[in-house]
C-alpha cells in the first residue's frame, strides 16, 4: 500500500489570509471614516443648537423685558421644546457613537463636555421661561454616572417613560457626572445641591436621591401639572389600584 | 472588559473570514478539476467482490429499505456479500432482516447476531467475516443509489493507493424544517468535503457507505469499539498512518436525519463528543508538519470550530439574552406600561451614521461569502437551492450554528466535568 507524499498549501494559506487581513482593514478604515463623519455630525448639530439657544435667550429677553406679558409665551415654549428634543436626540447619539468607538475619545469627550454645559444652559432657560410664561412644566436635572452607576439606567429607563407620556410638559436635563473633573460648572451644581450619590433627581429644587421609582416620580411629576391628559389617566390608575388594595 | 470582549469578537470575524475566504480560493483554484471530474463518470474495468456491512441497532422500520437499496445496486450480484450485524436489538431487525434473506435466496446476505456492543464491535465482528476485498459500512437507516458502488469501484481502480472512499452524503426526503436545515448544512459540506478530498484533509468516514480496502482496515486493527464516532476515528488512524481517503463526489448515498430539535442535539451531542476525544487522542499530529496541511491546517481548523462556537454562544448571550433581560427589567420597572413606547413604534428615523460600519461591513462580507458557498455547494452536488422553498435558509443562516455552537459548549464543558458518555 503506497503512503502519500503530504503536502503544504502555503501559498493559498498565505493568499487567503492576505485578503482577510485586506478586507479586515477596509472594515477598521471604514469604521474610522464613520467615526470622524459622526463627530463632524455632532459638531455642526452642537453649532446650530447654539444658535438655537441664542434665539431662545432673544425671545425670553424680548418677553420679559421688551413686551412684558406672556401673550407670545407659545413661540418660545415652542422654540424651547424643539430645541430641547434636538438636545435630548444628539445627546443620545453622542453617548452611542462614543460607547462605539475608540478613536477620537479626546473629541467625544470636548463635545459631550459641550453638550452637558448646554444642558445646564438650556435648563436654566427653561426655569427662566417657565417663571415668565407660568407654564404647566416640570423641569428635571438628571445627575448619573455613565462609569460608576450600576442602578442609574433603571433611573433613565423610568424617565423615558414620563418623557414619552407626557412630551412637552417635562423635560429632563441629564447631567453625566463623569464630566466634573473637566466641568466645573457640575462640580458647582453638585455643591450647590449637596449631591453625593447617584442617581440623583432635581425636581422644582427638591432633591430625590436612589432611583426614583416609576410611582414616586409619577406622584411628583402630575402634582405639578394640572392640564395633561396623560396625568389625569395617571391619577385616575392611581386611584383604581388605591381601590382594588382596600378592597 | 470591553476591549477584551472587543478584542475577541474582532478574531472570531478574522478567523471566520479567514476559512471562508481559504475555501473560496481553493474552490477556484481546483474548479477546473471539478468540472471534469462531474463528467468523467466510467464503469470498472473489472469488479472486485465487496462486502457490505449493514450493522443494525432497533432499527425494524429502516433496515428492509437499507439492504433492499444494496441489493439493487448495479454491481455483479455474485460479487456482492451482505452482512447485517444485529448489534442487540430488542425490536424486531433480526426478523425482518430474515425475512429479505428468505426473500432472495439467490443473494449472498448472512445475518450476525452479537449482544449490545456497538456499533463499531460489530463492524469488527463483520470484518471476520468478510471475504470481500472492499469493505463497505452501510448505517441502517441510509439507502445507497444504484450506481454508487460503481463508481467508488472505478475511483478505487484508477487511483489503487487510496485507502478509502467516502461517498456524497444527502439527506433523504426531507420533510420538517428541521430536516431542511440539515439538507442545506449536508449539501455545504460535500463542497467542504471535495475541497478537503483534494488538499488530503478528510477526517471523517461516514457510516452511510464508506468504502475501505479490506487490508488496510485489517493492518490497522479494525474500528475503535471506545470511540464515539468510530468513522471519525478510523479516518484520523489513516492519516496518522498516511494512508489516502477521497471523496467520490457522484457516488450518492441518501441517509434519514432527525426530524426533531431533540433528536438533533442528540445526534450532534454524540457528534461533537467524538470529535474532541480524537482531537485529543491525535494531539500530537495538530501542527504537526509531517502531516502537511492536515497537520497545519485541517486540525488547527478543527479545535478553531470549538474555539469559534465559544466565541459564537458568548456573541448571542452579549448580543441577544443580555438585552432581552434588560427590556424585561426595564417594562418591570414601568410596571409594563408598553403604551408610551407604541407611538414611536413605526416612526422610522433611519441615521446612515448609526450604522457601526467596520462590523457590519466585515459581517455582511461573511454573509455574502456563505450565500456564494451556497450557491456553489448545490452546484456541486446537483441540488436545487428552492426545492424545498426557500424559507428555511433564513434560520440555516442566522440561527443553525448558533445553535449546533451550543452543542458543542455543552459538550466541552461535559467532558471537562467528565460526564461520561455512550454510543
Known amino acids: 500500500m503506497v503512503r502519500i507524499k503530504r503536502k503544504l498549501s502555503s501559498d493559498k494559506i498565505i493568499v487567503a489570509a492576505v485578503i482577510s487581513v485586506l478586507i479586515f482593514i477596509l472594515g477598521i478604515s471604514l469604521g474610522v471614516i464613520l467615526t470622524n463623519e459622526r463627530v463632524n455630525w455632532l459638531d455642526e448639530v452642537n453649532k446650530e443648537q447654539e444658535v438655537a439657544y441664542q434665539s431662545v435667550q432673544l425671545q425670553a429677553y424680548f418677553l420679559s423685558s421688551i413686551l412684558n406679558n406672556n401673550a407670545s409665551c407659545s413661540v418660545l415654549h415652542a422654540t424651547l421644546e424643539d430645541t430641547i428634543a434636538d438636545l435630548d436626540y444628539s445627546l443620545d447619539k453622542l453617548v452611542e457613537y462614543d460607547k462605539d468607538s475608540r478613536i477620537k475619545k479626546d473629541e467625544f469627550d470636548l463635545l459631550k463636555r459641550r453638550y452637558t454645559l448646554d444642558n445646564i444652559k438650556y435648563w436654566l432657560m427653561a426655569k427662566q421661561a417657565k417663571d415668565i410664561c407660568e407654564k404647566d412644566l416640570v423641569l428635571v436635572l438628571y445627575f448619573y454616572s455613565g462609569e460608576n452607576c450600576s442602578i442609574c439606567p433603571d433611573q433613565g429607563v423610568i424617565l423615558t417613560y414620563f418623557k414619552k407620556k407626557l412630551n412637552d410638559k417635562l423635560l429632563v436635563f441629564p447631567i453625566d457626572v463623569d464630566m466634573a473633573d473637566d466641568e466645573p460648572m457640575i462640580k458647582l451644581i453638585q455643591k450647590a445641591y449637596k449631591i453625593y450619590q447617584y442617581p440623583t433627581l432635581i425636581i422644582d429644587g427638591i432633591k430625590y436621591e436612589g432611583v426614583t421609582q416609576k410611582n414616586d416620580l409619577g406622584n411628583i411629576i402630575c402634582s405639578d401639572i394640572e392640564s395633561d391628559s396623560a396625568c389625569t389617566d395617571y391619577w385616575m390608575d392611581v386611584m383604581s389600584e388605591a381601590e382594588n388594595e382596600t378592597g | 472588559m470591553l476591549l477584551i470582549t472587543e478584542i475577541i469578537l474582532r478574531g472570531m470575524y478574522l478567523t471566520s473570514l479567514f476559512f471562508i475566504v481559504f475555501w473560496l480560493l481553493l474552490y477556484l483554484s481546483y474548479r477546473s478539476n471539478i468540472k471534469k471530474q462531474n463528467k468523467k463518470v466510467r464503469n470498472p474495468s473489472s469488479y472486485p467482490k465487496v462486502t457490505v456491512v449493514i450493522p443494525a441497532y432497533n432499527e425494524e422500520t429502516s433496515i428492509v429499505g437499507s439492504v433492499e437499496s444494496v441489493l439493487e445496486l448495479n454491481y455483479p450480484k455474485d460479487n456482492v456479500e451482505i452482512i447485517i450485524v444485529d448489534d442487540g436489538s430488542s425490536d424486531n431487525t433480526s426478523k425482518r432482516a430474515n425475512d429479505v434473506i428468505k426473500r432472495n435466496p439467490n443473494r449472498n446476505i448472512q445475518l450476525i447476531k452479537q449482544k449490545n456492543k456497538g456499533k463499531a464491535h460489530a463492524l469488527n465482528n463483520a470484518m471476520k467475516a468478510s471475504k470481500g476485498e472492499l469493505f463497505v459500512c452501510l448505517d441502517a437507516d441510509s439507502y445507497v443509489d444504484k450506481d454508487t458502488l460503481r463508481k467508488m469501484v472505478h475511483m478505487y481502480q484508477t487511483e489503487p493507493d487510496l485507502a478509502a472512499i467516502v461517498p456524497a452524503?444527502?439527506?433523504?426526503?426531507?420533510?420538517?424544517?428541521?430536516?431542511?436545515?440539515?439538507?442545506?448544512?449536508?449539501?455545504?459540506?460535500?463542497?467542504?468535503?471535495?475541497?478537503?478530498?483534494?488538499?488530503?484533509?478528510?477526517?471523517?468516514?461516514?457510516?452511510?457507505?464508506?468504502?475501505?480496502?479490506?487490508?488496510?482496515?485489517?493492518?490497522?486493527?479494525?474500528?475503535?469499539?471506545?470511540?464515539?464516532?468510530?468513522?471519525?476515528?478510523?479516518?484520523?488512524?489513516?492519516?496518522?498512518?498516511?494512508?489516502?481517503?477521497?471523496?467520490?463526489?457522484?457516488?450518492?448515498?441518501?441517509?434519514?436525519?432527525?426530524?426533531?430539535?431533540?433528536?438533533?442535539?442528540?445526534?450532534?451531542?454524540?457528534?461533537?463528543?467524538?470529535?474532541?476525544?480524537?482531537?485529543?487522542?491525535?494531539?500530537?499530529?495538530?501542527?504537526?508538519?509531517?502531516?502537511?496541511?492536515?497537520?497545519?491546517?485541517?486540525?488547527?481548523?478543527?479545535?478553531?470550530?470549538?474555539?469559534?462556537?465559544?466565541?459564537?454562544?458568548?456573541?448571542?448571550?452579549?448580543?441577544?439574552?443580555?438585552?432581552?433581560?434588560?427590556?424585561?427589567?426595564?417594562?418591570?420597572?414601568?410596571?409594563?406600561?408598553?403604551?408610551?413606547?407604541?407611538?414611536?413604534?413605526?416612526?422610522?428615523?433611519?441615521?446612515?451614521?448609526?450604522?457601526?460600519?467596520?462590523?457590519?461591513?466585515?459581517?455582511?462580507?461573511?454573509?455574502?461569502?456563505?450565500?456564494?458557498?451556497?450557491?456553489?455547494?448545490?452546484?456541486?452536488?446537483?441540488?436545487?437551492?428552492?426545492?424545498?422553498?426557500?424559507?428555511?435558509?433564513?434560520?440555516?443562516?442566522?440561527?443553525?450554528?448558533?445553535?449546533?455552537?451550543?452543542?458543542?459548549?455543552?459538550?466541552?464543558?461535559?467532558?471537562?466535568?467528565?460526564?461520561?458518555?455512550?454510543?
Open chain 2, 169 to 423: 452524503m444527502k439527506v433523504r426526503n426531507p420533510r420538517t424544517l428541521i430536516q431542511k436545515i440539515q439538507r442545506a448544512e449536508y449539501i455545504n459540506s460535500l463542497l467542504l468535503i471535495r475541497l478537503m478530498s483534494y488538499m488530503n484533509c478528510l477526517y471523517v468516514t461516514p457510516g452511510p457507505f464508506s468504502l475501505y480496502k479490506l487490508d488496510v482496515l485489517k493492518k490497522l486493527g479494525g474500528f475503535d469499539e471506545t470511540n464515539l464516532t468510530e468513522d471519525q476515528e478510523i479516518a484520523y488512524r489513516m492519516q496518522e498512518s498516511h494512508y489516502r481517503i477521497k471523496h467520490c463526489p457522484s457516488a450518492f448515498v441518501y441517509t434519514n436525519s432527525p426530524d426533531t430539535i431533540k433528536g438533533l442535539y442528540h445526534q450532534r451531542n454524540r457528534w461533537f463528543s467524538g470529535s474532541v476525544q480524537n482531537i485529543i487522542k491525535y494531539r500530537r499530529l495538530i501542527f504537526n508538519r509531517e502531516y502537511g496541511d492536515f497537520g497545519l491546517f485541517q486540525l488547527p481548523l478543527n479545535v478553531s470550530a470549538f474555539l469559534l462556537a465559544f466565541g459564537i454562544v458568548a456573541f448571542f448571550i452579549n448580543f441577544s439574552i443580555v438585552p432581552f433581560f434588560k427590556e424585561l427589567k426595564n417594562l418591570y420597572l414601568v410596571g409594563f406600561d408598553i403604551t408610551p413606547y407604541l407611538k414611536d413604534f413605526f416612526k422610522f428615523n433611519m441615521n446612515i451614521l448609526d450604522f457601526n460600519i467596520s462590523f457590519q461591513f466585515i459581517i455582511a462580507i461573511i454573509f455574502l461569502a456563505a450565500i456564494i458557498v451556497i450557491l456553489i455547494a448545490h452546484r456541486n452536488s446537483e441540488a436545487a437551492v428552492f426545492k424545498y422553498g426557500w424559507i428555511y435558509i433564513i434560520p440555516y443562516l442566522i440561527f443553525y450554528y448558533i445553535f449546533l455552537s451550543f452543542i458543542a459548549v455543552i459538550v466541552v464543558v461535559e467532558m471537562l466535568i467528565g460526564r461520561r458518555k455512550e454510543w
